[in-house]
């Protein structure tokens, strides 16, 4: 996974975001004003830094100005306004979200970056199962596993948060879509044949009145 610099000066919101991004299995440093920032920079290569701009010290656009100009950037702010949007974006920051945010979009978006700027192929490992992200293969015991396309992204969405727990009603949004009207049940279903063809009855687990969690542990 990712080496990760979160750039946060608000303490609540430093810690959710370190532990969320944690919890799916990135490496993590953080600090809470630019001046430190632009320090561990010197001294670290991140995959990623998730920066504010209103920060103690410097701005986040003083920090990603005086920044190696080739790690990833992502604002993370309540600056809303387009101006400061654009400014940020100018920069050549890679995306630009606005607090309040949901963790899930945050970690979406996380992972939309780093496809688009790390090399290789991402293999995900789990067990006897490994899953390439990218080209859409599974395979089990080195035998692949024919997913079908909604199997394959809801496989996709419990890897990318996984040791989250995800609701059903989360689930159908992030696989089916906002404007899927059919039930709940559809995705105990879906849930019922990876567990099978994956062997994971164990490594899906069920969140008892409320949905599904991928452990790695």
């Known amino acids: 996974m990712a080496y990760i610099l979160v750039v946060e000066d608000e303490q609540s919101i430093n810690e959710l ?3 969320n991004l944690r919890l799916v299995g990135h490496s993590m440093d953080f600090c809470f004003d630019g001046r430190t920032a632009l320090a561990m920079l010197r001294r670290n290569k991140y995959d990623l830094i ?5 920060l103690p010290e410097q701005d986040g ?3 990603m100005e005086q920044s190696d100009g080739e790690t990833p950037i992502i604002f993370v702010t309540a600056k809303d306004s387009l101006p400061d949007r654009l400014k940020g974006l ?28 790390r090399t290789g192929t991402k293999i995900f490992s789990l067990g006897d199962v490994s899953v390439e992200m990218e080209n859409r293969l599974v395979r089990r015991n080195g035998r692949e596993i024919e997913l079908t396309p909604r199997e394959f992204s809801l ?9 989250l727990a995800l ?16 039930e709940e049940r559809t995705v105990d279903v879906h849930i019922q044949r990876l567990r099978k063809k994956l062997g994971w009855e164990n490594v899906i687990e069920t969140v ?3 949905g599904y969690r991928l452990s790695e542990h």
Do not use: C, Q
């Open 17 to 19: 975001i370190v532990w």
């Open 50 to 54: 998730l920066l504010d701009v209103m």
């Open 90 to 117: 100018n920069l050549g920051a890679d995306d630009y979200i606005v607090k309040p945010f949901e963790m899930l979009e945050l970690i979406a978006r996380v992972e939309a970056v780093l496809r688009r700027t």
């Open 155 to 163: 496989l996709e969405v419990l890897i990318l948060n996984r040791n």
């Open 61 to 63: 656009f003083s920090v």
């Open 167 to 182: 609701s059903r009603d989360k689930l159908l949004e992030l696989v089916w879509g906002y404007d899927y009207d059919g």
């Open 208 to 210: 008892y009145k409320y």
